[in-house]
């Protein structure tokens, strides 16, 4: 079994490496729309060669702009042509076979005079764990280079071997609003993850500055606001999904289960102040970061139906309405709604019948 990931370098390129990055990074893009192009007005895929295509691109990267222009080809003919993505911001990709990298410098072959020549430009990976660097020193995949916010960055997809636990020991984790993430173990241990006014506080800030921005018509700000939102809210999952990661491996989990959130937009009743939210956070990112970041811990994530999961007593299966965030079933039985939904999730039906074996 093996897990890829995306490791980010900032680079630090001299004035005329960025140069060349851009024009690079133009070019590629360019390729790859006019072969989409090309390739949906005659309904097939290209049989062009880099010999081909007559741009100022390595041989190596005109390879990889011809396969990347494929594959958009093949999900744009899936779709029965009903719509052709067009790229527009810059990127330019190397294979693996065609870039090295020393942890100081990312060495790849870019056009200097007309000339494709390996040049190295300065990196920077700074990791306060250092869990950069150990990720690094696995099988590395692309290169992919863009400039994000005036910014350099490279991205390296790393392979990762990861191996799958083999025990029994369960946990339930609930997502939510108000309270981002809640789990419990087998033996009942419960953890609260993210702090929920806070993601909501923040959420009305961004929501407010855009409103005043958008009464000064300044669209570029609004633009930039927008990117910094999306930037807390991912920032924010990443750190929630590694706690509650580290809470499992802290107690010996084998298999974490979630719910399967599929059109949860569609089918959640929440409160008007709470609806913006819903429909802007990122329920299936944060689960995504949970299971890759588990997958790399050798724990099992598993998915089940959360039919009636927040509404069902653990203790008689009677089904029951909280009253707030206060459950409370006839037979007695009272706690946190979150928990009682975490608890649930431990043993609901998993969604493809293929829960882990002991």
Known sequence: MSQTITV????????????????????????????VSEMVAEKKSTKKSSKDIPVHLPSAVKNQAIKDAKSVFKKTRKNQFTSVPVLKKPVCIWNNQNYSFDYTHISMPIMVNGKATKIPICALLADKDNRNFDLLTYKLGTLRITKKSNKWIAQISVTIPTTRGTGLKIMGVDLGLKVPAVAVTDDEKVCFFGNGRQNKFKKRKFRSDRKALGKKKKLNAIRRSKDKEQRWMKDQDHKTSRAIVNFAKGNKISV??????AKIRQTTRTSRKNEKNLHTWSFYRLSQFIEYKANLEGINVEYVNPAYTSQTCPKCSEKNKAQGRKYKCKCGFEKHRDIIGAMNIRYAPVVDGKSQSA
């Open 8 to 35: 980010k370098i900032k680079l630090l390129p001299t004035k005329e490496q960025a140069s060349i990055l851009y024009e690079m990074s133009q070019t590629y893009i360019s390729v790859i729309n006019t072969l």
């Open 256 to 261: 974490i289960r979630l719910e399967q959130l």
